[in-house]
């Protein structure tokens, strides 16, 4: 296939190859295991880390065009935090430089990356295609595999939970399309793992069902999810988080799907990952068992990648110290999530094995409805009673921020995002025009509405944002 432009009329390539994303995704063959040197018979445990990255889209720039919150920071250095913008490129910037040099010290260093596409499309805005150079550098070339994974990710850091449902597709679509443009067909190839922004896990039966549905229609193998996003079947605490589990999801209708899930634990999650505590707890784990299979335990933490004085000051020390630490210890190994499935499916362990779990509080509804006598109806007045009588029971998902709500307060920014994503649906839904300029802007704007910023932030120049993103995607779609 041939290479895929970048920008198009300076707009990122978000869609329009769906066909030849589908493609570059299969067959789907082993990412890792023909080029791991890892052995699983000498680990006790492993241990991975993942690094999230994101700058939000803003219309700030000149005459209020669109441009990256980063370069908002640069231009404007002595407001607030600003004045972090330079140590924030060069944090997106340094796995470029980090695991070459480990690696030409005889370390064996792992890392998962998740990257924004806002992000990615404001460092080639800045024209810093330095910072993107460098991640190309271990993203392309065959000698820095398989020392980094990149995540897939919602292309415009929407949290699922309160996405329109319609629009969860095209996020995962999006980020594809853009990271095939930067990186290329074989490097989207390789990407077989998603991290959800705000690690937000819904738990309504049809927007978690769906969610699934697409990232595995998508080419996705496994998901990333918080501890206490996810129980056991039988609404208790998963009982053994350091294995990969199967998430099982039921929606309204009585279908079933499920997909494998890593288990990020609890935790201050900059602060641990800052300090490599994923390591030094797999160093007190033993070998676990899944159906008579003996394999290594897996520690899993992910964290922002450049927010916080630990992450620019404390990580690049400790990130080095660790893997030279690792060097020297023969029973525990770091892992990218993907090579770490991959070898134990290649020891015998098979997904239907795995331990289940599935979203947070819908045991409840299960013990009200059925799940394979399911009905919208049914599934509805569970909800609604379980509303009513149980105090700690909704149905907004759960997130790294549970102390704050993405929807209490909010109706400013969802209420525009869910009545742009109607007109836009309408607009194109009856149409096979995902080539078109008018619909490559048009989705950039519903897409830009859904960032999480514009909430997490709280209210001002934020939601006023939103709102002025909301003016001008209304206005294309009217055109």
Known sequence: MSALPELIDGLPNICGHETEVKAALQPDRP?????????????SATFSIALHMHQPTIPAGADGSLISNLQQMFEHPYDGDNHNAAPFAWCYSRMGEFIPELVSQGCNPRVMLDYSGNLLWGLRQMGRGDVLDNLKRVTCDDTYQPYVEWLGTMWSHA???????????????????????????????????????EMHLPNHPDTLYTFIHALKECGYRWLLVQEHSV????????EFKHLPHRLVSHNSHGETVSITVLIKTQGSDTKLVAQMQPYYEAKTLSK??????????????????????????????AFKRAWHEVANDPTVAGVNGTEYLELIAAAGCREDDFPTCQAIGQHLIWQEVDPQ??????????????????????MDGASWTNHLSWVAGYEAVLT???ELSALFHKTFDQSEVTHSDHYRQALLYNLLLQTSCFRYWGQG??????????????????D
């Open 159 to 197: 949290v699922v939970p309160s996405t329109p449902i319609a629009d969860l597709k095209l996020h995962i679509q999006a980020w594809q399309h853009h990271f095939a443009a930067i990186f290329g067909w074989e490097a989207l190839a390789r990407v077989k793992g998603f991290s959800p922004p």
């Open 461 to 478: 120049t934020w939601t006023d944002y939103a709102q002025e993103i909301y003016r001008r995607g209304k206005t294309l779609l009217k």
């Open 373 to 394: 006598q399911a009905t919208p109806e049914k599934v509805a007045a569970a909800i609604a009673h379980l509303t009513q009588t149980q105090p700690n029971f909704h």
């Open 416 to 418: 525009p995002m869910n």
């Open 231 to 238: 129980e056991a079947l039988t609404g208790q605490s998963l």
């Open 288 to 317: 676990q068992t899944i159906s008579g299979v003996s394999i290594p335990a897996i520690v899993t933490q992910i964290g922002d990648g450049e927010n916080g004085g630990v992450m620019m000051n404390e990580f690049p020390g």
């Open 31 to 43: 990412v890792f295991l023909p080029k791991t040197n890892l052995r699983l018979e000498s680990l």
